[in-house]
């Protein structure tokens, strides 16, 4: 079955550094998902991602679906306190439901 | 308006006892999708919901179960509980293909 990969793991950052995380599919997707969980909370909706290649800012977060549809990126630039979470990225095999990654813990320290 | 919203928020069962779980989507949603969700790990999905069919089940074995009524409300069901059951179960609702609203879960924990 499809499977969705996330790195790091864990990332700890001091507030002002950059933060990137990586999600790799084992199948093409459809589009896919970002979701933030603050420790203690549910999943928050922060981006979906539908067509090749595309890139799309939030503010300080920068998100990016790759060319083959397999793998996405997260960028957030001068990371603050207010970050930290862990990043959850979630891909639609065509249909076939989200299927979640493993999530990247964003630690800041201040 | 409100989100969705999960009942109760936190539950103790004993092993081999039976569970429901309740979810209300937000208003005008029509799918509601389930998931588990264990402590460092991301969600699973068990079930999909859309207009009251099952729309996708996840790789969980036939304990659970659960279904969708005609207000679009959703009950999970887990029989003959393990201890590997506990965990964060969430709810979600949307539109079709589109974000998804999570409610704040229920935590089971089956001792």
């Known amino acids: 079955g499809q499977q969705v990969m996330q790195i790091p793991q864990y990332q700890h950052v001091q507030e002002g550094e950059d933060f990137t995380t990586y999600c790799n599919s084992s199948?093409?997707?459809?589009?896919i998902q970002w979701y933030k969980q603050r420790p203690g909370g549910h999943p928050v909706f922060l981006i979906q991602l539908v067509k090749s290649g595309e890139v799309k800012k939030q503010k300080r977060l920068t998100f990016q679906f790759g060319e083959a549809k397999k793998n996405s990126s997260l960028h957030i630039t001068a990371t603050q306190t207010t970050d930290v979470g862990t990043y959850f990225c979630?891909?639609?095999?065509?249909?076939?439901?989200?299927?979640f990654g493993p999530g990247t813990r964003l630690s800041v320290l201040p | 308006d409100a989100g969705v919203t999960q009942s109760p928020t936190h539950l103790i069962k004993t092993r081999g006892q039976q569970v429901t779980l309740r979810c209300s989507p937000i208003?005008?949603?029509?799918?509601v999708s389930w998931y588990q969700q264990v402590l460092g790990q991301g969600p699973q999905f068990i079930f999909q919901y859309y207009e009251k069919e099952e729309r996708g089940r996840g790789n969980f074995p036939d304990r659970f179960s659960a279904r969708q009524f005609p207000n679009y409300s959703s009950e999970l069901n887990v029989n003959a509980l393990l201890l590997g059951d506990s965990a964060l179960y969430l709810c979600?609702?949307?539109?079709?293909?589109?974000?998804?609203?999570f409610g704040q879960g229920t935590r089971l924990t089956v001792v």
């Open positions: 979630a891909g639609d095999n065509y249909g076939q439901n989200f299927v």
């Open positions: 979600a609702s949307s539109l079709v293909n589109t974000e998804a609203f």
């Open positions: 208003s005008g949603h029509k799918s």
């Open positions: 199948t093409t997707l459809s589009n």
